[in-house]
């Protein structure tokens, strides 16, 4: 079934594989997630089903959200979060979802916040090369060079081109990275592992799905697993 789950990195680590090879893995705490909303086509125009994580208390949420979060037997939530499924059917208001559910996933998305960089310029930002360092660049070795003339841009009038990569906030944006490789779960303590990093800082919220879409070498992998 269409599945996801909210976490928390914890951070990264290493654990050895069977042939002795040290594996970097990154250890989220994934779930348990309280159903709190079920949306269908017929009430909603889609189906779609959203779950809740991590308790709060009362006073620090607010009367709408307590009241939601009521209506689903459960209590207040501090994340909510809504994804698409194709049949609402196989979840109901108050239902737990748990790392448990990613049992059998040989590869998972994870969506995170990257960390921020605050303003950046385009050297480190796009890693433009800079101006040379050598005789006649006089306190201009980190500028982006030209930026174009003001009727560069034609059919849309003057100004800059848009899109153009300039200096500007850096990170504090959706990432997803795809395909990660399921390590090890540990249903116990709702730990999941990944093979390599992921978006954002420690302690930072994450959306952990089953992998939509997969790279061809681990397609192929999929499928001989699937054939044994």
Do not use: W
């Not at 125009?45 to 709060?56: P, R």
């Not at 909510?80 to 979840?91: I, L, W």
Request: proline share 5%; hydrophobic share 35%; charged share 25%.
């Amino acid at each position: 079934m269409d599945l996801m789950l909210m976490g928390r990195k914890i951070g990264m680590t290493r654990v050895f594989s069977d042939a002795g090879v040290s594996v970097p893995v990154t250890v989220i705490q994934c779930g348990p997630c309280v159903v709190t909303q079920v949306r269908t086509a017929d009430k909603d125009g889609y189906a779609a089903v959203q779950i809740g994580f991590e308790d709060v208390k009362p006073r620090n949420s607010t009367i709408p959200v307590i009241t939601h979060d009521h209506k689903a037997g459960t209590t207040p939530k501090r994340f909510h979060r809504e994804f698409r499924v194709k049949d609402a059917s196989a979840f109901q208001p108050g239902q737990t979802l748990s790392v448990k559910d990613l049992d059998g996933q040989m590869f998972v998305d994870v969506i995170g916040t990257s960390k921020g960089k605050g303003f950046a310029g385009t050297m480190k930002r796009y890693h433009f090369k800079g101006m040379f360092a050598s005789h006649g660049t006089e306190r201009k070795h980190r500028s982006p060079g030209s930026i174009g003339g003001h009727c560069s841009n034609r059919g849309y009038g003057g100004g800059l081109a848009k899109g153009k990569r300039m200096a500007g906030h850096m990170g504090d944006e959706r990432v997803t990275v795809r395909s990660l490789d399921v390590v090890r779960i540990d249903p116990e303590n709702n730990l999941l592992l990944v093979k390599g990093p992921v978006p954002g800082a420690n302690t930072g919220m994450l959306m952990v799905r089953p992998a939509i879409r997969l790279y061809k070498s681990k397609a192929k992998k999929l499928a001989a697993a699937a054939s044994k």
